[in-house]
T-cell receptor, first 106, second 114 residues
Framework: DAKTTQPPSMDCAEGRAANLPCNHS???????VYWYRQIHSQGPQYIIH???NNETNEMASLIITEDRKSSTLILPHATLRDTAVYYC???????FGKGTSLLVTP | DTGVSQDPRHKITKRGQNVTFRCDPI?????LYWYRQTLGQGPEFLTY????????KSRLLSDRFSAERPKGSFSTLEIQRTEQGDSAMYLC????????????FGSGTQLSVL
């Protein structure tokens, strides 16, 4: 399974877009990129996934580079409730790594 | 069906005791996973089932740990002779067979071993 690299922490002002990067340079052609988030004391929550096209749902947008070696999760208008740890997973990777701890500030 | 449910939410036990946790997955999901999470770390995979078959086990799953999913529905995770190092959040997740990487997690069982 491909390995991912994420920054350990990020800050974002409330109402602004939060852009969370993920590097996955060893991704295989048929491996999807999945994003989850975990709010304190809860289980992780699925956000979005994609293969090569950009994807959008009610929670977020996912931008995958043309070479598929990196992706960005975009929360278009971050709120305080978006403060969480965000995990980028590639393929059938069963371990989540440490993710990015996003702090949304007033 | 409102999602994956886990019971109990919290468990405090003394070292050396046995504990058992239960997970009820989303009813139409074929796959069921167990994870362990300690403070500051992401969830670490322990084992997963497809229907009643246990298909993969992590090296983290020592012989004191056993998981079952007898009828392909709910699952139990038992830890025998608990140690302080077993203190963690134990998370269960399920996924549909068609999108096996799309996991739905329960709220977890927080285990404290004194």
């Amino acid at each position: 399974d491909a390995k991912t690299t994420q920054p350990p922490s990020m800050d974002c002002a409330e109402g602004r877009a939060a852009n969370l990067p993920c590097n996955h340079s060893t991704i295989s052609g048929n491996e999807y990129v999945y994003w989850y988030r975990q709010i304190h004391s809860q289980g992780p929550q699925y956000i979005i996934h994609g293969l090569k096209n950009n994807e959008t749902n009610e929670m977020a947008s996912l931008i995958i580079t043309e070479d598929r070696k990196s992706s960005t999760l975009i929360l278009p208008h971050a709120t305080l409730r978006d403060t969480a740890v965000y995990y980028c997973i590639v393929g059938y990777a069963l371990n989540f790594g440490k993710g990015t701890s996003l702090l949304v500030t007033p | 069906d409102t999602g994956v449910s886990q019971d109990p939410r919290h468990k405090i036990t003394k070292r050396g005791q046995n504990v058992t946790f239960r997970c009820d997955p989303i009813s139409e999901h074929n796959r069921l996973y167990w994870y362990r999470q300690t403070l500051g770390q992401g969830p670490e995979f322990l084992t997963y089932f497809q229907n009643e078959a246990q298909l993969e086990k992590s090296r983290l799953l020592s012989d004191r740990f056993s998981a079952e999913r007898p009828k392909g529905s709910f699952s139990t995770l038992e830890i025998q002779r608990t140690e302080q190092g077993d203190s963690a959040m134990y998370l269960c997740a399920s996924s549909p067979l068609k999108i096996k990487e799309k996991l739905f997690f329960g709220s977890g069982t927080q285990l404290s071993v004194l």
